[in-house]
Antibody, heavy 119, light 112 residues
Framework: EVQLVESGGGLVQPGGSLKLSCAASGFIFSGSAMHWVRQVSGKGLEWVGRIRSEPNNYGTEYAASVRGRFTISRDDSKNTVYLQMSRLKAGDTAIYYC??????????WGQGTLVTVSS | DIVMTQFPLSLPVTPGEPASISCRSSQSLLNSNGHNYLDWYVQKPGQSPQVLIYLGSNRASGVPDRFSGSGSGTDFTLKISRVEAADVGLYFCMQTLQTPLTFGGGTKVEIK
C-alpha cells in the first residue's frame, strides 16, 4: 500500500524558513517523480513543484509563485522528499501535500502538514 | 498554463439519483500515446484528496463502479450513477499533462 507521510509544518514568522519532509513507502520511490501541492483553507489547490528521478537527473520545476524561494530535494536512500521554504509570506499559509502519480493507480497524496506564516 | 474550468460549483443531490460534474481544459489533454491526462479526486472533510478516476476513464482501485469518467481532449465528465450519503465532499479535476499541474475549482456535492 502506498503511504506518504508529511512532517515539519508549523508556525513561522514572515521572512522565515521551514523545511518539510515526506516519507514514502509502498512503491519504487527512486523511480518516481514526486510533487508538492498546497491547499489554502480547504479550498483551492496549487501545484508547488516537482522533482524527477535520478534517470531524469533529479530535475526540478516550480510554480512561479515560489520559484527562487522554495527548493525541492530528495534522498532516495531514505525514500524521502523535502521542501525547503524560505522568505515565507503570509500567502504561503496552507496545508502542504506531497504526491506521486503511479501508472495504473493514479495520484496518491499524503495527509498533509499545515504551514502557518504569521507574526 | 492549462486552465481547468469545472462546473457546477455546488451540486445538491438526492440519494439514489445520478449526478454529473463537468471539467473543461483550455487545451487538449490527449497525449500522443492515446491517454487523456485528466484525473478526478474527491476530498472529504478533514481528509486529503483521494483519486477516483485517472487518465480520464480508469477507475482507481477500491472505487465503487457507481463512479465513471468519460471524455477526451478538452471536455470531461465525472458521473455518479446513484449518489449515496457517503459521497458528500469536494470533487475536483486535475490535469497531469504538463507542469504546472492545474486543478479545477472544485464542486461541492451535498445531500438535499
Amino acid at each position: 500500500e502506498v503511504q506518504l507521510v508529511e512532517s515539519g509544518g508549523g508556525l513561522v514568522q514572515p521572512g522565515g524558513s521551514l523545511k518539510l519532509s515526506c516519507a514514502a513507502s509502498g512503491f519504487i520511490f527512486s523511480g518516481s517523480a514526486m510533487h508538492w501541492v498546497r491547499q489554502v483553507s480547504g479550498k483551492g489547490l496549487e501545484w508547488v513543484g516537482r522533482i524527477r528521478s535520478e534517470p531524469n537527473n533529479y530535475g526540478t520545476e516550480y510554480a512561479a509563485s515560489v520559484r527562487g524561494r522554495f527548493t525541492i530535494s530528495r534522498d532516495d536512500s531514505k525514500n524521502t522528499v523535502y521542501l525547503q521554504m524560505s522568505r515565507l509570506k503570509a500567502g504561503d499559509t496552507a496545508i502542504y501535500y506531497c504526491s506521486v502519480h503511479l501508472k495504473a493507480q493514479g495520484g496518491k497524496w499524503g495527509q498533509g502538514t499545515l504551514v502557518t506564516v504569521s507574526s | 498554463d492549462i486552465v481547468m474550468t469545472q462546473f457546477p460549483l455546488s451540486l445538491p443531490v438526492t440519494p439514489g439519483e445520478p449526478a454529473s460534474i463537468s471539467c473543461r481544459s483550455s487545451q487538449s489533454l490527449l497525449n500522443s500515446n492515446g491517454h487523456n491526462y485528466l484525473d478526478w479526486y474527491v476530498q472529504k472533510p478533514g481528509q486529503s484528496p483521494q483519486v477516483l478516476i485517472y487518465l480520464g476513464s480508469n477507475r482507481a482501485s477500491g472505487v465503487p463502479d457507481r463512479f465513471s469518467g468519460s471524455g477526451s481532449g478538452t471536455d470531461f465528465t465525472l458521473k455518479i450513477s446513484r449518489v449515496e450519503a457517503a459521497d458528500v465532499g469536494l470533487y475536483f479535476c486535475m490535469q497531469t499533462l504538463q507542469t504546472p499541474l492545474t486543478f479545477g475549482g472544485g464542486t461541492k456535492v451535498e445531500i438535499k
